[in-house]
């Protein structure tokens, strides 16, 4: 078996850890991988599902650059024959399909549960913030549907324990430290007192951290994703928490499933395939090994 894979960027931590995940569990069930690497570019991507498809392999494993525009990757695919596992985002317009709701192209979608880990990281805030207080987000990049479903249940252990949180500035820090050490200088620039930063993924709340270090606030940072340098933040007590991804594992159950799927041992259409991501802080730090 060969199965293709468009990395929406082996540079970055997550998805080439993911892709370290997918060549393991390959190796091990002896299927051919070939790895394309569209850096962080849709139109790329798009080159390069071209590819694959002239390569005709029996499946295909999609990280995508771009949610929406990776509708029209899928439905070429698709038209030429090739099952398609998304990986780690979701195929479709997040503001009108629910993240269950796998796109009806795709085999399988494999991948966090974003809102629930959103949520989790709410209940690290509450706990962090909990007479509630004035809180600033950091995004990443646009066009990642993880820019609003790791937000959108941000706020709701809050809301439940009646603990108002006022979202004073959301700026983006497109996933990498340096770009949100800058967005938190000027978002505390203009907020002075903000009380707790919410970083969509460790990488920016480490930087977030240095950049409310820097100003001399008290400001409390809360991460997304286990990574390495966000485990070590939590034990350093830079981060006050984080919500434990495992990209690898993520990609040995991606390549897995296509597996199962191009083998036929399982038949289902647009399913949805997750894992449990549990929420970090300085009690519990041990039990998030990280893999990025």
């Not at 269950?100 to 949520?119: H, I, N, R």
């Not at 993924?201 to 606030?217: E, I, L, P, T």
């Amino acid at each position: 078996m060969t199965v293709g894979v468009s990395n929406l960027g082996v540079s970055f931590p997550f998805p080439a850890a993911i892709g370290e995940g997918i060549k393991a569990k390959a190796k091990e069930l002896g299927v051919h991988i070939v790895q394309l690497d569209a850096k962080g570019d849709a139109q790329k991507q798009g080159n390069d599902v071209q590819d694959l498809i002239g390569q005709a392999p029996d499946g295909v494993l999609l990280l995508p650059v771009d949610s929406g525009v990776a509708v029209g990757y899928v439905d070429q695919l698709k038209a030429a024959k090739i099952p398609v596992v998304a990986v780690a985002s979701q195929v479709g317009d997040h503001k009108k399909r629910k993240l269950e709701d796998v796109y009806s192209g795709l085999a399988a979608l494999v991948t966090q549960q974003e809102f629930e880990a959103g949520k989790a990281a709410g209940r690290l805030a509450l706990k962090a913030l909990p007479s509630g207080g004035k809180v600033a987000v950091v995004e990443g990049a646009a066009g990642f549907a993880e820019v609003e479903t790791r937000f959108a249940r941000f706020l709701d252990p809050a809301k439940d324990a009646g603990v108002k949180f006022q979202v004073v500035a959301r700026q983006p820090g497109d996933w990498t430290a340096a770009a949100a050490q800058s967005a938190c200088q000027n978002m505390l620039s203009s907020n002075p007192d903000i009380n707790l930063f919410y970083a969509e993924s460790d990488d920016m709340g480490v930087g977030c951290a240095k950049a409310a270090k820097a100003a001399k606030s008290h400001a409390k940072v809360i991460g997304i994703g286990g990574s390495k340098l966000g485990i070590a933040a939590v034990k350093s007590g830079e981060l006050a928490g984080t919500v434990c991804y495992k990209p690898y594992d993520l990609g040995e159950l991606a390549m897995q499933t296509l597996y199962d799927h191009v083998k036929g041992t399982d038949t289902k259409s647009a399913e949805f395939v997750s894992y449990k991501t549990p929420a970090i802080d300085a009690n519990n730090v041990a039990k998030c090994a990280p893999q990025w």
